[in-house]
Each structure stands twice: as structure tokens, then as C-alpha cells.
């Protein structure tokens, strides 16, 4: 059986060690095996799963979601309904982030095209972030 050092299992699942250390406190990955000199060492499946993780990360899924696929996952005879359901809820997530993502592009492009490229004292973009009502009386939150 083919076991992998906390540093092995980070390189071979494409995540930084802090994260598996964090994956395992809250519970999506077991808690590896040890030596007696308390290193941690994982199965290959560990690693799937950390991998798994990660993809599930990189496709913007939260950690509740991503617990909530792992626990399906687990259960191989279980509908895939739910997992559908949550996979159609990232993608209403996404839009609804493209979307703010797109009014954010056009705020910006309206500050630089009345830019005048004069002085900071009178630049549009300075001015509009000093006081976000002078574009076009929106305010938009931040996108994470």
C-alpha cells in the first residue's frame, strides 16, 4: 500500500499542506495515519479525496457543498438527484456573480472613458471612487 507524507499528499493532490491540515479539522478529509513520531501519512484515497477537493474548490463550490458531494459520494446506491441539485445551484451562483461582474465592468469603463487624462485633481476615476453616487447613482458590493 502506497502511504504519502503530508508534503507528498500536498504536491500530489495540487493543495498547500496548511489546507490539508485545515480540510482535516473541519472534517472533509480523515485523519491520517501516524508514525509514532506523530508525522501523518495518507492512503491514496486520502489523496483522491484532497483532490477531489481541490476540483471542487477550483469549480467555486463551497465547503458545506463540497461536504454535502463527499457525503453522496460515500453512497454509491444513493440518488444523484441531490448532487444535481447542488451542482444547479453553483451554476445560478456563477451567473448571478458574472452578472455582478459585468455591471462592475461597465461602472469602470463609464470612469475611464470620462476620464480626461488631465490632473489627479480632476480625475474622473479618483473622483467617482472618492464617491460612488457620481456613477450613475449605483452602488455595487464587492465580488469575492
Known sequence: ??????????KASGCKVQTIRYYEQIGLVPEPFRTEGNQRYYRQ???????FIRHARALGFSLAAIKEILTLADMPDH????????AKAQITTIEQRIAQLEALKM????????????KVANCRVIQVLADHRL??????????
Open 1 to 10: 500500500m502506497t502511504t504519502y507524507s503530508i508534503g507528498k499528499a500536498a
Open 107 to 118: 461602472e469602470l469603463t463609464r470612469m475611464v472613458e470620462h476620464c480626461s487624462g488631465g
Open 135 to 144: 456613477c450613475a447613482g449605483q452602488h455595487h458590493d464587492r465580488v469575492d
Open 79 to 86: 440518488s444523484c438527484k441531490e448532487a444535481d441539485a447542488i
Open 45 to 51: 484515497e486520502e489523496v483522491d479525496r484532497i483532490g
